[in-house]
């Protein structure tokens, strides 16, 4: 398999700070689209890969997976899109194309296991991915998606990660106008929430323990604030809410929040990976038909759904831009979270 080496910026070992490397990337193949990276989001999870707070990474570690850029080659048997055109690349860049989930467009549920666009087992040169702080990625055409151009294009990068992981579970609990959805937690995940909940025609509430969140989440277009530690407003919304989508990304009790769900209600967790404490507590449950749920990003057609959607309600996420040498400094802040709401870098900054 042919390559060819571009700059990139990650780590090569446990430990380090993110730098300067270069990586190979394939040639484009007859099914592959070779794009010129312009932003690239910073995701949580990027800092979690680089800090091995998830367990055993892959070397050289190269994060991003909110990718948005210009199309630089096609290959014979590329049909979705041409030479010039906007595209975007997000948290998966293959899958088995045959299982039942991949069939029905659920490719980040593929029973074979998705390839993720980072660290994940690269089928073309049987080594691994490497992800968008980097100058160019290739990708096979089903995982490119196509980016409406009257948009912000940086702020369009984290749609292809915040954006897609609140519009799943808006989308598959059938959100609507009068639709009645709380958000807890105002952060990368937390804003796109409101913002895509309040765009389908919902009443939003957000859930927060921060007074000093008011402002900001009725900007974002909430039409209401509770605040959690509060025990009269808590009282307030007991039995209102068709589906909640609780984006705190560190374990936390969920247990006061269940009895604020309607009959059939879900509380969706989005933002947490491991165990729940203190236990949940099923009566609430049980005695009205509530659900506690989780939801994985999306499928290619739901994240392209997601595109068209924002690009007609002209919706994009509240960023700060960043050059790439500022990636070290830009983790240090996510973990005192002080950005609002999401970190995009200036990839022209790897280049220049």
Not at 304 to 318: A, T
């Amino acid at each position: 398999m042919e390559t060819t080496n571009i700059k990139a910026f990650g780590i090569e070992e446990l430990g380090e700070k993110v730098k300067e490397l270069v990586i190979q990337r394939r040639e484009v193949s007859a099914k592959d689209i070779e794009i010129d990276i312009l932003y690239c989001g910073v995701c949580h999870s990027d800092m979690h890969h680089i800090h091995g707070d998830w367990g055993k990474e892959k070397y050289p570690l190269i994060p991003g997976h909110e990718i948005v850029g210009r199309v630089t080659k096609v290959g014979s048997d590329v049909t979705k899109l041409k030479v010039g055109d906007l595209a975007g690349v997000g948290c998966l860049v293959d899958s088995c194309h045959t299982c039942d989930s991949c069939k029905k467009d659920l490719e980040q549920y593929c029973l074979s296991g998705s390839t993720v666009t980072y660290g994940g087992m690269d089928k073309h040169s049987g080594g691994h991915t490497f992800g968008g702080y980097s100058e160019k990625i290739v990708v096979d055409e089903h995982f490119v998606l196509k980016v409406p151009a009257n948009l912000d294009l940086a702020a369009v990068a984290p749609l292809l990660c915040a954006g897609i992981t609140t519009w799943s579970p808006l989308r598959h609990w059938n959100v609507k106008a009068g639709s009645r959805v709380a958000v807890i937690g105002l952060g990368g995940l937390g804003h796109m929430a409101i913002k895509l909940a309040k765009g389908l025609g919902a009443e939003v509430t957000l859930f927060s323990r921060s007074p000093n969140k008011e402002k900001d989440a009725f900007d974002l277009g909430a039409d209401a604030v509770v605040i959690s530690t509060d025990e009269d407003q808590m009282s307030s919304v007991q039995g209102k809410f068709d589906l909640i989508i609780d984006t705190v990304p560190y374990i936390h009790d969920v247990n006061p929040y269940i009895s604020t769900l309607c009959i059939d209600g879900t509380l969706v967790l989005v933002g947490y990976l491991g165990g729940l404490e203190p236990i949940l507590n099923t009566v609430p449950l049980i005695m009205g038909r509530k659900s506690v749920a989780g939801s994985l990003i999306g499928g290619l057609a739901e994240t392209q759904e997601m595109l068209d959607f924002c690009g007609k309600h002209n919706i994009v996420s509240e960023i700060e831009m960043i050059n790439m040498q500022d990636i070290n400094a830009a983790y240090e802040r996510m973990l005192k979270s002080d950005v609002k709401y999401r970190f995009v870098i200036d990839m022209a900054s790897l280049k220049g």
